[in-house]
């Protein structure tokens, strides 16, 4: 094994590594972004500093874990070497990480989405003045509050589509798939019959063959003897 196929292996390994670990921490920031939203709306008085704090910590870890598969994949692609099966490798790591991202920005999308529902909820009445702040001010800040909403949900919106184009995508590769399959089914009883043909002309040659090989065999036995 050459250095540059060496080094394309230990990178390759980096970042199934990565992937493995990305894939167990997104798990556990979509529940925690599912259970931190359930206990906000059981009950207002139960605190979500814990579960926000991990949420956020999470988060974090999650950014920089995908920015280091992102420069992986860049590299993994650089070091490649040249043939089919290597650019198929390259490309299914890149599917992968789009789709950490993707999962990433849905979770991180809907848990702000509810954080900005519950300060509007906690600012629908005239909160008191706060010091240097005049009540105009109070609702200028309520207004920006409402249009960051907006924002998110175009940003949710956003997402679904996309998903919906992958989605759809990948239902016309198997849409193809499957019609492949289906010619090469339809095509197997052809096949068959000519393998059936070709065994049975087989089997008339052996047949007239070994008639020929006695008849001439009984034919010198019976001119030997007499």
């Known amino acids: 094994m050459t250095a540059v196929n060496s080094s394309w292996e230990d990178v390759r390994k980096q970042a199934r590594t990565l992937e493995n670990d990305i894939d167990m921490k997104l798990v556990a920031f979509s ?3 599912v259970s931190s939203g359930t206990s906000g709306l059981s009950s207002e008085a139960v605190p979500l500093i814990n579960s926000d704090d ?4 999470l988060s974090m870890e999650l950014q920089q874990l995908l920015s280091k598969l992102s420069a992986i994949n860049d590299r993994m692609a650089d070091l490649a070497p040249t043939g089919t099966a290597t650019l198929h490798t390259i490309k299914r790591h890149r599917e992968i990480l789009m789709d950490y991202q993707q999962e990433f920005q849905k979770t991180s999308a809907r848990v702000s989405a509810r954080r900005e529902r519950e300060e509007l909820l906690r600012g629908g009445s005239p909160p ?6 005049s009540r105009r001010d109070q609702y200028a800040k309520e207004a920006n509050h409402l249009h960051s909403s907006h924002i998110l949900v175009d940003e949710q919106i956003n997402i679904a589509m996309e998903a919906r184009e992958h989605l759809t995508s990948q239902r016309q590769v198997f849409k193809r798939m499957q019609t492949r399959f289906n010619d090469i089914t339809n095509r197997f009883p052809m096949l068959n019959s000519l393998m059936y043909r070709i065994n049975a002309r087989k089997r008339r040659d052996s047949l007239i063959v070994g008639v020929v090989v006695a008849i001439c065999t009984f034919l010198l036995l019976l001119y030997a003897f007499h």
């Open 128 to 133: 008191p003045a706060a010091p240097g702040l």
């Open 31 to 33: 529940k925690l972004g």
């Open 54 to 57: 991990m949420f956020d910590t």
